[in-house]
């Protein structure tokens, strides 16, 4: 056999595509590959679309995968009814699957005979008898070759192969018809060798297809890269968005079972309240209807008695004998008021209802259960008290100069953060010079009234219309600023905490918040505070709350401030006096003694020693 030249390869070719072009016009294609194609129809699942895997067959006469109509059935499930994806034939139960031995023997013959069709997908253009894959493609020929045709073809350079493809004319120019071998890169558009010297193009940079290629894979890899780092950006907020949606979740939850605990209790209580009330004003009507009833029965023998008498003035009236009349007795007084101021008496002391005592004990009972709330909140509070609700009894704080004490000194033994140590502070000698403290109207809550000399604060239940001032605390806080500032040296005042059930007392920035969450006392960075709910004591800054081991043994507590040395002391007024806990700070501002006014009185002596 002699060598196949590059005319001969060119001749095949010739007469491969007259014998293509003769079949298609005498309508005798490739019967095996039409009769494979319609095999390959009928062997598709209707679900996933290739061809069937374990397939099985439905009581209608359908055929699916196991895969696709067990999930088919699943997704069916929540509904509870069932029915065949092909023609809806619906079912009571999910339909039991019978496997199809018969079309899973055609179906794998089917795949053995071609093996690499689904691979690519496209087949030789020169096997016209059978469907043959190809394994390359030649743009110049446009055609595609499988691996005996390829050995064969032509190996000159115009010779362009390339993966099968069954678009190869778009691998050409639509204008000349010739292989697209630039990039035009001021016009982004691949181009022939015509192109290139057209007037259209001429002149402009041009690269090799395969390097402008290499260029635009550099640059989407890069971009492939910022991608990634965004979407994992992405993912991480969006776990950090899930996380605190799922805190924010359990939170509410939370305050829910808080809310349905707290109303649940509100309403036994008013029931009780109710039964209460009910129970006294049955009691007043029975004593009422008694003394009414002693009253009635009293008049009732009065009658009797008065109807006695006048039967037998009837009597005398009617006799003829006059020594008889003259010598009956006397019938009596008929107009007897003594009787008639004892009944009333009777009637004023036991004949009406009480009103104010029903009044009474229903606002008091309604008093106890609003203290309750508040009692509530204080509780759910890990250390600070909070007053949103008002109070029954008015709250009291007034400044008055204190008696004359020693001072301590900034040396003592700090209370630690979750230690249990108080140590004792040291005192120093000489009497220090006293000055009051007023408090700053500007910034009092509207539920707070302040005394005209500026040393008395009072919670009230009625808003104080204060004017509306920058500087001024919302209602909802009850709370009050110094009129001093102290931005430098030692001063101390004390605060008289004696019958009140919550109180805070300390000192803050004049730039603290006057409304919302950070305006409180200690619940921001800008202020310090000792507080007090019912018998637990803590100390608070920043929202962090330290809870003191022991009670304090005094109803005054003294605040003692070194600004120099960055630090609020606290310490309880007793003999000798005793150190609560010290805040360290670096001040970058002055400072205003601050109160927050809760349940009970409480008196606030000012005083300060400068060095």
Not at 150 to 161: F, G, M, Q, T
Not at 199 to 217: F, T, W
Request: charged share 25%.
């Amino acid at each position: 056999m002699h060598a196949i030249t590059g005319a001969d390869c060119s001749r095949t070719e010739a007469l491969g595509r007259m014998v293509r072009d003769t079949v298609v016009l005498m309508g005798l294609e490739d019967t095996p590959a039409m009769a494979s194609a319609d095999l390959s129809q009928d062997l598709e699942c209707p679900v996933c679309l290739t061809i069937y895997t374990d397939p099985v067959i439905l009581r209608c006469g359908h055929n699916f995968c196991r895969v696709c109509i067990d999930r088919v059935l699943d997704t069916q499930e929540e509904s509870g009814v069932y029915s065949c994806p092909e023609c809806r034939d619906a079912y009571r139960a999910r339909p039991a699957l019978q496997r199809n031995i018969a079309l899973r023997k055609i179906a794998e013959h089917f795949l053995s005979t071609q093996p690499d069709q689904e691979e690519t997908g496209v087949r030789c253009t020169y096997c016209i008898h059978s469907a043959v894959p190809a394994v390359m493609s030649c743009l110049l020929c446009d055609a595609s070759l499988c691996d005996n045709h390829l050995r064969v073809h032509s190996k000159a350079p115009e010779h362009v192969l390339c993966d099968p493809n069954t678009s190869l004319e778009n691998r050409k120019c639509s204008i000349h018809k010739k292989i697209l071998e630039y990039y035009c890169t001021e016009d982004a558009a691949c181009i022939c060798v015509s192109c290139r010297l057209d007037l259209e193009h001429r002149g402009h940079q041009v690269e090799m297809v395969d390097e402008a290629s290499e260029k635009k894979k550099r640059k989407l890899r890069n971009d492939l890269q910022r991608l990634m780092a965004k979407t994992e950006e992405a993912e991480k907020r969006v776990q950090s968005l899930e996380e605190r949606k799922r805190k924010a979740q359990e939170k509410a939850n939370g305050e829910s079972k808080r809310a349905t605990a707290l109303f649940r209790n509100l309403r036994r209580q008013l029931d009780d309240l109710e039964k209460r009330v009910l129970s006294d004003i049955m009691r007043q009507t029975e004593q009422v209807s008694q003394s009414y009833n002693d009253v009635i029965q009293q008049l009732v023998i009065k009658k009797e008695e008065l109807s006695r008498k006048m039967r037998h003035i009837e009597e005398l009236c009617n006799m003829t004998d006059p020594l008889t009349v003259l010598q009956e007795s006397d019938t009596g007084d008929l107009c007897d008021t003594e009787d008639r101021e004892t009944h009333d008496k009777q009637l004023h002391d036991g004949g009406d209802l009480d009103v104010a005592g029903i009044s009474h004990i229903l606002h008091t009972g309604l008093s106890d259960i609003m203290s309750g709330v508040i009692v509530q909140k204080h509780t759910d509070t890990q250390a600070y008290p909070h007053s949103s609700t008002e109070d029954k009894v008015p709250i009291t704080a007034k400044l008055s100069r204190p008696r004359p004490q020693p001072t301590p000194t900034a040396q003592h033994t700090q209370h630690q953060a979750g230690g249990t140590n108080i140590g004792a502070a040291q005192q120093t000698s000489g009497q220090p010079v006293y000055a009051d403290i007023l408090l700053d109207v500007n910034t009092a809550s509207n539920k707070i009234h302040i005394s005209d000399d500026r040393k008395t604060a009072t919670w009230t239940f009625r808003s104080q219309n204060h004017p509306e001032t920058p500087e001024r605390f919302r209602w909802r806080y009850p709370q009050v600023l110094s009129s001093q500032k102290f931005s430098s040296g030692r001063h101390y005042w004390e605060v008289d905490v004696g019958g009140s059930d919550f109180w805070s007392v300390g000192m803050c920035y004049p730039s603290m918040d006057r409304g919302g969450d950070q305006s409180e006392i200690g619940y921001n960075k800008k202020s310090w505070c000792l507080c007090r709910k019912y018998d637990q004591y803590s100390v608070i800054h920043d929202r962090k709350g330290i809870r003191l081991p022991d009670e304090i043994p005094s109803d005054r507590v003294r605040i003692y401030l070194d600004y120099e040395a960055g630090q609020i002391s606290f310490y309880a007024q007793c003999d000798p006096i005793r150190h609560l806990h010290t805040f360290t700070a670096a001040f970058t501002e002055p400072l205003n003694a601050a109160l927050w006014v809760g349940g009970g009185s409480t008196r606030i002596s000012g005083g300060n020693r400068r060095r």
